[in-house]
């Protein structure tokens, strides 16, 4: 923004300095004139000492000491004014100048330099916290920034991973005439709804992101339900059992997204779990004024370490790509950003005998006004 020009901080305070010390010294000579006045007569007359042959009196009368008195005064103040406006100055300058370096941050950070740290040394007072502030806050977009970047590699990666491929179908296809055309077309399939799902993930991401979505009563044990019913097939395929208990769990928010959320982690139950007789458990309540979805399953014995990396973008915990399931790397990463833009926390937790505990913990609907 383009301002006026106008008086520095530091002129303002040097003159509102010198001001006031020349207010103090103004009422402290006030005091002394009154005090002396009333101890001197306003004329004196005194009889004339015997032996003197000079006439007229010799004792100060008030003419002779307002004529003695005034001019000292008015060295005095302006002593004064030159001190306080040197001293002012001075003692402004040094207040002032984590200022000027709080200053000099921001319009680093305003070019875009976010790795700039004031660092201002000293122990607490309101410029130091202002700093420390500042620095907390460059810290987190830095952090934020290169998240940011790594995301859009990684988007951009993933994405050009099914063109690339379908590129190479179709320069084989091209290349070699005699060959089975179903067989292409089967594998052009497979690898465009891969990008598309990819897509699709990406948009949810966003949306959730944005937090634009309405908001309306959802009970998450009915989300739950939902979601086991839609995926009982896939688990059937996978050899394993999904078992759902538990009690209404009212919370706020976009129902499509919260249905998304609870796919998305009944899913991973099923396809991260064991190759067989593997079991998901899913549990709804209300725990501690918090509506509660715990998603469990047996699987691989997993570390703390690496369950900690499962919900960044595109991160696979293992490396054993399964053939029918090589999925996207975003479930996980869609799951925390609905979870964040819902008020609510998402707690990972590697079972002892292998397998995950995933805990969502939504704030609790307002009970309802009829009721
Ligand atoms: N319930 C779970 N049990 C064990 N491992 C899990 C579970 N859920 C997630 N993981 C691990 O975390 C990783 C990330 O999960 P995420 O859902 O984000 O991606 P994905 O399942 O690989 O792909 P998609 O985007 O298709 O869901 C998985 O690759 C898996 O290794
Ligand atoms: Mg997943």
Known sequence: MDREPGLSVRLKLTLSYAGFLMLAGGLLLAV???FLLRYVPE???????PGTWRPGPSVPDRAALEEAFVPKAGLAMACLLVFGLAGGWLLAGSMLAPLTRITHATRLAAEGSLSHRI?????????????????????????????????????????????AITQTLLDVARNDADRDADELVERLHFVNSRAIDLTEALLVLSR????TFSREPVDLSLAAEEAAETLLPLAEKHGLTIETSGD?????????????????LVHNAIVHNLPDQGTVWVTT?????????????TGAKLTPKLVSTFTEPFQRGTRRVRTDHAGVGLGLAIVKSIVQAHDGTLTLTPRADGGLRITVRLPLAPPHPGK
Request: no cysteine; hydrophobic share 40%; charged share 25%.
């Open 32 to 34: 002394v004139w009154v």
């Open 43 to 49: 004329v004196i007359h005194q009889p004339e000492p």
């Open 119 to 163: 660092r201002l040394e000293g122990r607490a007072d309101e410029f130091r916290e202002l700093a420390d502030a500042f620095d907390t806050m460059l810290a987190r977009l830095e952090a934020h920034d290169a998240e940011q970047q790594r995301f859009a590699a990684n988007a951009s990666h993933e994405l050009r991973t099914p063109l």
């Open 208 to 211: 959730a992101n944005q937090r």
């Open 248 to 264: 209404v769990s009212p919370t706020t928010g976009s129902h499509a997204l919260l249905l998304q959320m609870t796919t998305n």
């Open 285 to 297: 309540g209300v725990d501690a004024r918090k509506a509660v979805l715990t998603v469990e399953n």
